[in-house]
């Protein structure tokens, strides 16, 4: 007897750079039961990945599939930015054999997963005023990338448009961001916000404060928030606060581009674990430090989605939108 009734679930999936997340919805209830976790290098490409998800969930026949992808999506293909894959629907389709098919860049689905997030798994950083229901929002990733992606209501329903926010230039205004531009500007020819605003970019500013004090070592991300929240290494505090002030500055010039009335939405690795430290290193100043505009600035609430399905949740959104057009 099959495990799940045929034609009744959609698979969505969450591609990370890493790890890929597969599961089972039900409408926009993903089924927490069904979520499994793959390691991204042991298989060749996704459609492998989801044969043997299929496989590991009895053969499932899903009715539709939806997955979020870490990179640039365009005309229905993905190249994944941290991973050397390329989807299309072609390959969805094949691997699923589901009869509706979706391909979204990561930020879109988190995008799609705003408002559907239960509300306990929203970590409030600064106030939301009152805006309308139709108001824009913003949702920026950081995690094993950086990403940032507007969500706008319309009469036909929620659109988020993709974006690649994470490669535009690093933010300069003082001699030491100018230092840092330069020591991290080597990884890629010149120094974008990922190189930053990332896991790996927290280690680059761990580094780059070790070689400006003459005493280099380098430690991974996860090395430097433990250390912090045990309060054992003083430059990982320092790595912290250059993290979260860069954090603020480009956060603050992408909401003064997008004007995200209904509120800045952080999701991603990183942006969890540094959530209990931004009131500590002074994010809401960096926000709002925007010279004759800092008043305006109170106008955008942020938070933190502690929600790690939120991706997953978006698809299954999408899909639901897309059965309903």
Known sequence: MPKHPPNRYSLVADIGGTNTRVALADGRRVLDDTVRRYDNTRFPGL?????????????????????????????????MTNLDWSIDKQVLARATRAEVTAILNDLQAQGHAIGHVPQENLRQILPFPEASPLAAKLVIGVGTGFNAALVLETARGRVVPPSESGHVNLPVQTEADMALARYVGTAHGFPAVEDVLSGRGIERVYAWLGEEAGDP??????????????????????????FVRMMGIVAGNLALTQLPFGGVYFVGGMARAVAPHL???????????????????SNFGVAVVEDDYAALTGCAAHLVHLSEQ
């Open 47 to 79: 459609e492998s990945v989801l044969s043997q998800y299929i496989e590991d969930e009895g053969g499932v026949d899903t009715r539709a599939a939806c997955v979020a992808v870490a990179g640039p999506v365009r005309d229905g293909r993905a190249t």
């Open 217 to 242: 070592r380098e430690w991974r991300g996860r090395q430097i928030i433990e250390a912090l929240e045990a309060g054992t290494d003083e430059r990982a505090a320092e790595a912290t606060a250059v």
């Open 279 to 297: 009131a500590r290193f002074d994010f809401g100043e960096a926000f709002r430090d925007k010279g004759r505009f800092a008043g305006f600035m």
